[in-house]
């Protein structure tokens, strides 16, 4: 598509709960990148691929959060066993060089 | 790694008015720059971007000025509309390819 996708655009888990948050890049774009925006304001870098592989994992929490982007699928990010410290707005991005990133409209998720 | 700062916070303007925003880098490798627009309740949207070999660049009524030797650029809005009020993010990309983010800069146009 012409636009990054992401669904849902609202998840509400109970704190120990998994979360799985989705995103389409725009067509013919070969990274995808994942940020979170706590607080309205800070992004915090998460993980990038190159096509399926990760390109640069530096921000994933490694416990808990993993993602991948499967060929012929929409890229995910999966969070186990949630924390309320977790709810944030989950953005995806995409880039067709890794310079001009375009981004969805985010999965806001909300742990209680 | 990169460390973006921002300045300043909150910005309030006339209608009509200019508007600039101001971004420090630490690294001199960074080479990218943009600026996106975040509305509330939606994901930031790239107005405007510049590459270290270029010192400004213009698009109707935003511009963005890029200083190597200082490790600054900033962000011009002219003559502001309402429409203009949003949430402003710059960013530098460092040689590694990640995005360095500064803390946002939220801006009012008051009719």
């Known amino acids: 598509g012409e636009e990054v996708a992401q669904t849902p655009k609202h998840l509400v888990r109970g704190e120990g709960q998994k979360a799985k948050l989705y995103c389409a890049p725009i067509?013919?774009?070969?990274?995808v990148f994942w940020y979170q925006q706590v607080l309205k304001n800070e992004f915090k870098f998460l993980i990038s691929?190159?096509?399926?592989?990760?390109?640069?994992e530096t921000g994933m929490p490694k416990e808990r959060f993993s993602a991948k982007c499967l060929p012929n699928s929409p890229c995910s990010l999966e969070i186990q066993a949630t924390k309320l410290e977790d709810s944030a707005v989950y953005f995806c991005a995409s880039s067709q060089s890794h310079n001009e990133q375009f981004f969805g409209p985010g999965t806001r998720l909300t742990v209680l | 790694g990169e460390n973006v700062e921002q300045h300043p916070s909150t910005l309030s303007v006339q209608e009509g008015d200019s508007a600039v925003i101001k971004c420090t880098y630490s690294d001199s490798a960074s080479n990218y720059f943009p600026w996106y627009k975040q509305e509330l309740g939606k994901g930031p949207q790239l107005i405007i971007d510049i590459r270290s070999n270029v010192g400004e660049k213009k698009d109707q009524r935003i511009a963005v000025t890029l200083n190597k030797t200082a490790k600054h650029f900033s962000l011009h809005i002219t003559e502001t509309q309402p429409e203009d009020s949003a949430v402003y993010f710059c960013?530098?990309?460092?040689?590694?390819?990640?995005?360095?983010f500064g803390t946002g800069t939220s801006l009012t146009v008051i009719p």
């Open positions: 067509k013919g774009h070969s990274y």
């Open positions: 691929f190159q096509n399926e592989n990760v390109f640069d």
């Open positions: 960013a530098a990309n460092d040689p590694g390819n990640q995005f360095y």
